[in-house]
């Protein structure tokens, strides 16, 4: 099973700072990156596909970037909207597997 | 506009079964895979099932193998879960989510999920 550990568990940040959210495989799973953002009480919302690729209505302002091992999601300049918690999915191998989260919160 | 329903979820005691069933709309149903995602109180995310467009390739975790049985109605848009032996591990809001293409694992669209909770 491919285990995807993310960091940091939680990022304090304020709204116009740029927020960079890390996610890394135990094995290669070259572009097989998926990135999903979940809001308190909602399902999860697709942000990201095979590492840097935004799905349909994702503003610019969301960016992944990686391969192989190593795999981060940028946002450029924070919205009140992108506070939210984030997660990472590898879709490489079976079991599909998701990292743990990262809770972007307001300082 | 894509449209997934889920339903069937509520307190079961351990040991017990339920059956959930998540309604699609809004797309062609028979031609996307789907798949089972679940989240604990408080947790994070949990793959659980996927099944291919036909039905024929269903795929599980090793926490619900044996256990659990994803199935899908094309004829009536309708994607199914049934859950036996149920444990208290297996508490958890399941959502129901759309393939963005055949073998792409990639989840495109939710529903807004339905609670399981498995206590005496």
């Known amino acids: 099973e491919i285990v995807l550990t993310q960091s940091p568990a939680t990022l304090s940040l304020s709204p116009g700072d740029r927020a960079t959210l890390s996610c890394r495989a135990s094995?290669?799973?070259?572009?097989?990156l998926v990135w999903y953002q979940q809001k308190p009480g909602q399902a999860p919302r697709l942000l990201i596909y095979?590492?840097?690729n935004r799905a349909t209505g994702i503003p610019a302002r969301f960016s992944g970037s990686g391969s192989g091992t190593d795999f981060t999601l940028t946002i450029s300049s924070l919205e009140p909207e992108d506070f939210a918690v984030y997660y990472c999915q590898q879709r490489s191998n079976w079991p599909i597997t998701f990292g743990q989260g990262t809770r972007l919160e307001i300082k | 506009e894509v449209h997934l329903l889920e339903s069937g979820g509520g307190l079961v005691q351990p040991g017990g079964s339920l059956r959930l069933s998540c309604e699609a709309s809004g797309f062609t149903f028979r031609k996307y895979p789907m798949t089972w995602v679940r989240q604990a109180p408080g947790k994070g995310l949990e793959w659980v099932s996927s099944i291919d467009t036909s039905g024929l390739e269903r795929y599980y975790a090793d926490s619900v193998k044996g256990r659990f049985t994803v199935s899908r109605d094309n004829s009536k848009n309708t994607l199914h879960l049934q859950m036996n032996s149920l444990r208290a591990e297996d508490t958890a809001v399941y959502y129901c989510?759309?393939?963005?293409?055949?073998?792409?694992?990639?989840?495109?669209?939710w529903g807004q999920g339905t609670l399981v909770t498995v206590s005496s």
């Open positions: 989510a759309k393939y963005s293409g055949s073998g792409t694992r990639v989840f495109d669209f």
């Open positions: 094995q290669s799973i070259s572009s097989s």
């Open positions: 095979d590492a840097s």
